[in-house]
């Protein structure tokens, strides 16, 4: 799949120029689902979305709208994706681009960095990593942007996804980085049943030597931290998986 989980931000700011104006992004493919459904995800992320579906159109777009960042397939219909790169890149040195890509070879990842490419995702992807990095290459690039925050926040539980910090009612929580990611998932999925195999996909992409438990067995690491001796965050759906909701 190219999606799953996707949902709205949660206690978290939207991401804003210095002038206070949404962030703009533009989404260069020729798969118009795809193109669809990123766009969905990146509005709930309060940013202002910008499409095209060939080249010529990427690069008429990119004079027109001033994007922030750029998420350019390399697969285009009229040119690849690495020549639209270099004629923005002649425009723009300083612009940040996104590469997706079906292709994942050392020589195609090396070739995309050497056109001028900041970063890399391989079909089928998760959006949720596609925000991610778009996020990611702002902080970095500066592109105009006011200072993010970082932070998801479901009731009196606050995460920083930078700092991998966690804190209820206060108190700061120690995580592994399975567990860090696990609640992650769930913070960025408040009052949503989360089944297990879609857990196991996205935590660990099925790398769980068949422990068929693996889930359980961190959702209890987690409830006994996140929970423990407070009202109860994580719930289970009989059947059906778990649920973070505000206590």
């Known amino acids: ?29 020729d798969e118009a689902m795809l193109t669809e459904m990123v766009s969905m995800v990146l509005r709930f992320e309060g940013w202002e979305v910008v499409t095209a579906g060939d080249g010529a159109t990427a690069i008429a777009k990119v004079q027109q709208s001033r994007p922030d960042v750029v998420v350019l397939d390399i697969m285009l219909p009229d040119m690849t994706g690495l020549d639209v790169l270099t004629r923005l890149r002649e425009r723009d040195p300083d612009l940040p681009v996104l590469l997706l890509t079906a292709k994942d070879t050392v020589k195609d990842r090396i070739a995309g960095f050497t056109a001028g490419g900041d970063d ?68 960025r999925n408040p009052k949503r049943v989360l089944s297990k195999t879609f857990l196991l996909d996205r935590v660990w992409k099925y790398d769980f030597g068949g422990r068929a438990n693996i889930v359980e067995l961190y959702v209890s690491y987690l409830r006994k931290k996140i929970d423990n001796g407070r009202d109860p965050m994580i719930h289970t759906m009989r059947g059906a998986g778990y649920v973070l909701k505000p206590a």
């Open 1 to 29: 799949m190219y999606a799953t989980g996707i949902s709205a931000p949660i206690g978290r700011s939207a991401l804003r120029r210095a002038d206070g104006t949404p962030v703009t992004v533009l989404l260069v493919d």
């Open 120 to 187: 890399y995702v391989t079909k089928p992807f998760s959006i949720e990593e596609v925000v991610l990095r778009l996020r990611a290459l702002l902080r970095r690039t500066g592109a105009g942007a006011a200072e993010l925050d970082t932070r998801l926040v479901v009731g009196d539980l606050m995460l920083d996804e930078d700092t991998h910090e966690v804190w209820r009612a206060g108190a700061p929580i120690v995580l592994t980085a399975t567990e860090f990611e696990l609640l992650r998932l769930f913070m």
